[in-house]
């Protein structure tokens, strides 16, 4: 059974950092896409950063230049770093991953997906 596990959440302050991480089980995901969306409260959820199975990756345009996602491929692990968050940057956060080496930012084309953890950023 496949299953994707986030960790990594908590409460930052405003200009503070965090890194999100997804370990993955019951197959590799090397080689394979991955993401991470989020759903902030009362929003739908939306694309936040994707790796290509040949790790090219692409960005929503409010995260550029402060998140990097990234991949370990010997723990089988995603990883999102997240630097100089904002209050706005407040959702879950969920780790998805393809049956692909295709990259993708529509939640439609990710086959599994984690259960999600809470990063708050306070002002």
């Known amino acids: 059974q496949v299953q994707v596990v986030e960790s990594g959440g908590g409460l930052v302050q405003a200009g503070g950092s965090l890194r999100l991480s997804c370990a993955a089980s019951?197959?590799?995901?090397?080689?394979?896409?991955m993401g991470w969306f989020r759903q902030a409260p009362g929003k739908e959820r939306e694309f936040v950063a994707a790796?290509?199975?040949?790790?090219?990756?692409t960005y929503a345009d409010s995260v550029k230049g402060r998140f990097t996602i990234s991949r370990d491929n010997a723990k089988n692990t995603l990883y999102l770093q997240m630097n100089s968050l904002k209050p706005e940057d407040t959702a879950v956060y969920y780790c998805?991953?393809?049956?692909?080496?295709?990259?993708?930012?529509?939640?439609?084309?990710?086959?599994?997906w984690g259960q999600g953890t809470q990063v708050t950023v306070s002002s």
């Open positions: 998805a991953a393809r049956r692909s080496y295709l990259i993708r930012i529509h939640q439609l084309d990710y086959d599994y």
């Open positions: 019951g197959r590799t995901f090397s080689g394979y896409a």
């Open positions: 790796l290509s199975g040949s790790d090219g990756t």
